[in-house]
C-alpha cells in the first residue's frame, strides 16, 4: 500500500552521527536575542532623541549602543540619521515594550548589566507615558 522509504531521512536522531547544520548553544541564543532586543530598544530611544532631545536619552542611547556592541562580540549597531517624526506616546509605549522583552532575555541569560539597564529604561518609558504630554517637557 505504501512505497517503502529508500533514502536517509533528512532528521538524524542516530546517537553520535555529527549534524550537518552548526549548532548555536543556548547562551549563543540567548545573546542573538537579547542584542536584537536592545537594538530595536536603541532604535526607538534613537527616534525619541529626533522629537525630544533630552540628557536621559542621549545617556541611554549610549549604553544601549555599549551593550549592543558587547552581545555583537564589538560589532557596532547600525544608527540611523532619523527625523523628528512621530508620536511620541507611541514610541514610549513601544520602547517599554522591547524593554520588558529585553529584561526577560537578560534575566534567563543571568547578565545583571543588561537587565538593570532594561529594567531603567522601563522605568523611564512608564513614567514618560505617566506624565501629562507638554510639548517642551515631553522626553
Same mark, same amino acid.
Given at each position: /500500500?505504501?512505497? %517503502?522509504?529508500? /533514502?536517509?531521512?533528512?532528521?538524524? #536522531? /542516530?546517537?553520535? #552521527? &555529527?549534524?550537518?547544520?552548526? $549548532? ?14 536592545? &537594538? ?8 525619541? !532623541? +529626533? ?7 542621549? #545617556?541611554?542611547?549610549?549604553?544601549? +549602543? ?5 552581545? $555583537?562580540?564589538?560589532? #557596532? ?6 527625523? %523628528?517624526?512621530?508620536? %511620541? ?19 534567563? !541569560? ?8 532594561? &529594567?531603567?529604561?522601563?522605568? +523611564?518609558? +512608564? ?10 517637557? &515631553?522626553?
Amino acid at each position: /500500500m505504501y512505497e %517503502p522509504i529508500r /533514502m536517509k531521512s533528512v532528521h538524524s #536522531t /542516530m546517537a553520535g #552521527t &555529527a549534524p550537518d547544520l552548526p $549548532r548555536r548553544s543556548r547562551e549563543e541564543e540567548l545573546d542573538i536575542q537579547l542584542a536584537g532586543h536592545l &537594538a530595536a530598544l536603541l532604535t526607538v530611544t534613537d527616534e525619541l !532623541r +529626533a522629537l525630544t532631545p533630552c540628557v536621559d536619552l542621549d #545617556t541611554a542611547s549610549e549604553r544601549l +549602543a555599549g551593550q549592543v556592541t558587547r552581545l $555583537r562580540g564589538g560589532q #557596532t549597531p547600525a544608527r540611523a540619521t532619523l527625523s %523628528p517624526d512621530g508620536d %511620541p506616546t507611541t514610541l514610549h509605549r513601544r520602547a517599554h515594550t522591547l524593554a520588558g522583552r529585553a529584561l526577560v532575555v537578560a534575566a534567563s !541569560r543571568a547578565d545583571t548589566t543588561a537587565a538593570i539597564l532594561a &529594567a531603567e529604561r522601563m522605568d +523611564a518609558h +512608564a513614567a514618560a507615558l505617566s506624565e501629562p504630554q507638554h510639548p517642551s517637557t &515631553a522626553h
